[in-house]
């Protein structure tokens, strides 16, 4: 069994939680949800506030300079062109920038998986009926590998397909998809491809290397931790033209992507204040460490939740992930619980309420599954105290669901 690693601390000694406002008598372990912003981050969009509530008619003129720049370092931190990046408030934003700037196509299809964002796939299923087409669905096993799963995917294009629409990571089942050999394919076959990379940004180091595809979507206030609602929205081919915002304002004759630069009186401090969550990281720890620490820190998690799980019910609750992802991780719950996502999120609202901890709980197929997530503020006490308080709770509510009425 892999060992607790040791946790992470701020330069004077103090635990890395201190950096947060998280609640300390609750238990944070779903970062990957809406993430965790740090308090100096926080406080510099409060300051751009400020500043915008005193003078907004300086303020808002001065806007498009000042998303610009941000959205080169932006860029820089991702390892992309700046001309290549817009920022929209997240990736269902950006998905829906895509499905409302393609252009028709009567009776194409739009191939999902099985693992795709349930907002995201709405999304994809309006857009077929605005085209009177249809959504194409591949199914992918959860331990598929790299090359099970792209067979999955590439065999149910047809003639038809007009989009494909592939998570980088699934947020659900907590696996990465072989986005670079299905790229590789849609390029060649023609076809558009979205890539919804919510989870992915500061995951990965070079997240975007090499890949081939239309459009890349990746929350930046997930595991980058900037304050809610900022998203980078990458285009790597012509159809950057196609694209707008979903607000026409006064950019709309600018060209890509500084049309996106200019959105009315939104308040986008969000987007000015990102860079400050991302530097915190990179000067505090640097990304490569936070990686580690993320994953060492899962693998532990991932081992006693489940070991604890399989004591008490003796069944097996580990999960096996094909391409499972550095800091989210799926131990099985037991039967009975989160069968559907409708009970996967009322177990999520019941354990922050009785149990003080907040997590993740998702269904794939009628299994229900805890989905733990990391980040640089979690400690193994916190897993622990899931593992020792948690899990029996969880085991009777399971007991409970299966009992005869």
């Avoid at 090499?210 to 790597?236: T, Y």
């Avoid at 085991?395 to 009425?405: I, L, V």
Wanted: proline residues 6%; hydrophobic residues 45%; negative net charge.
């Amino acid at each position: 069994m892999s060992s607790a690693p040791h946790p992470l601390l701020l330069p004077d000694g103090e635990p890395a939680g201190r950096a947060w406002t998280l609640d300390p008598a609750t238990r944070h372990l779903n970062h990957g949800s809406f993430g965790g912003v740090p308090r100096i981050a926080q406080q510099e969009q409060q300051r751009l506030r400020a500043e915008m509530e005193r003078a907004p008619v300086v303020w808002f003129p001065a806007l498009p300079r000042r998303v610009a720049a941000a959205r080169r370092e932006v860029a820089e931190f991702l390892r992309v062109e700046a001309r290549d990046l817009a920022l929209v408030p997240n990736a269902s934003a950006g998905a829906s920038v895509v499905y409302h700037s393609l252009p028709a196509r009567p009776g194409g299809e739009i191939l999902i998986t099985d693992h795709g964002y349930g907002a995201v796939t709405m999304g994809a299923e309006r857009l077929a009926r605005r085209w009177c087409g249809s959504v194409r669905t591949a199914r992918v096993p959860l331990d598929a590998s790299a090359e099970l799963a792209t067979a999955a995917v590439l065999a149910e294009i047809t003639d038809r397909t007009a989009l494909i629409v592939l998570d980088h990571i699934t947020s659900a089942t907590a696996r990465w998809m072989p986005v670079e050999q299905i790229g590789t394919a849609a390029r060649a076959a023609g076809i558009p491809l979205l890539i919804d990379g919510a989870h992915v940004p500061g995951l990965a180091e070079d997240p975007l290397a090499g890949l081939e595809f239309d459009v890349w979507v990746g929350n930046l206030h997930k595991f980058g931790c900037a304050p809610r609602g900022a998203c980078a929205l990458v285009v790597r081919s012509d159809r950057r033209d196609l694209l707008y915002p979903l607000i026409d304002s006064w950019g709309a004759e600018a060209p890509f992507p500084e049309r996106f630069d200019t959105q009315g009186t939104i308040d986008v401090t969000g987007y000015l204040a990102a860079p400050t969550s991302l530097d915190f990281i990179e000067d505090t720890w640097g990304w490569k460490t936070a990686r580690s620490y993320m994953g060492e820190l899962a693998d532990y998690a991932e081992q006693i939740i489940s070991a604890a799980f399989t004591e008490l019910t003796g069944e097996c609750s580990t999960v096996d992930v094909g391409m499972p992802v550095n800091a989210l991780r799926l131990v099985r719950l037991p039967d009975g619980l989160a069968t559907t996502r409708l009970d996967a999120d009322a177990l999520r609202d019941r354990v922050a309420a009785e149990l003080g901890v907040e997590a993740a709980f998702t269904s794939l197929g009628g299994i229900g599954y805890f989905r733990l997530s990391t980040h640089v503020y979690n400690t193994a006490a916190d897993y622990e105290y899931f593992a020792e308080r948690c899990v029996p709770t969880l085991t009777d509510w399971a007991r409970e669901t299966r009992r005869p009425a």
